[in-house]
């Protein structure tokens, strides 16, 4: 146990890695050189971490969950198992393309349900939920709730993860945190 995070025997962190205080790195995961966490994040079972990837604070990342070179992660962002980040968009075995790299931003409070698939470059709005097996290949609103391959947009969600209905005026309001929100030119915000 280092005295700022723990990390389970059989997990493997590399050398040069910044990891926040409070953060959990479970059975069988790796961390490669150059990856920053935050504070309190919580890394589950067979999670692998490559270099260059940056995780805010309060970060959850369940079991199985693959994040790449390019992928960073606002605070408060839900990573559920088995979800995946790509990185290039044409990948090919004999074709080296670690220069095109693409960046895949998650903003803070979103979720993504479980066996999702980011498609790189596609940034993720804050408090946004992707439904479990959504593939996303474009950018995803604040607030918006997407499912389904390729994802399409069902609707709106508060920052508590619940839908909101929206009424002739263009307010909603949380049935647990009774937070008032207002939609506008297709885009959501709280008031």
């Keep these: 146990m280092n005295d700022n995070f723990f990390s389970h025997p059989t997990a493997v962190i590399d050398e040069g890695c910044t990891i926040g205080k409070g953060t959990k790195i479970w059975h069988f995961s790796h961390l490669m050189a150059g990856c920053e966490l935050g504070e309190g994040c919580n890394i589950g079972q067979n999670v692998v971490v490559s270099s260059g990837v940056v995780l805010g604070r309060n970060v959850k990342v369940q079991n199985n969950v693959s994040l790449y070179t390019g992928v960073i992660c606002a605070d408060d962002v839900f990573l559920g198992p088995s979800c995946v980040f790509t990185n290039v968009i044409n990948p090919r075995s004999a074709v080296n393309r670690r220069d095109q790299y693409q960046t895949t931003r998650v903003g803070r409070g979103a979720s993504i349900g479980a066996n999702a698939t980011i498609v790189c470059g596609n940034d993720i709005g804050a408090f946004a939920m992707i439904g479990a097996g959504a593939v996303v290949t474009k950018d995803v609103p604040e607030y918006a709730l997407l499912v389904g391959n390729?994802?399409?947009?069902?609707?709106?969600?508060?920052?508590?993860?619940?839908?909101?209905?929206?009424?002739?005026?263009?307010?909603?309001?949380?049935?647990?945190?009774?937070?008032v929100y207002l939609l506008e030119f297709g885009k959501v915000r709280t008031v």
């Design 150 to 179: 390729p994802a399409k947009q069902l609707g709106w969600v508060s920052e508590y993860g619940h839908r909101l209905h929206f009424d002739e005026s263009g307010r909603a309001v949380c049935p647990e945190s009774k937070q």
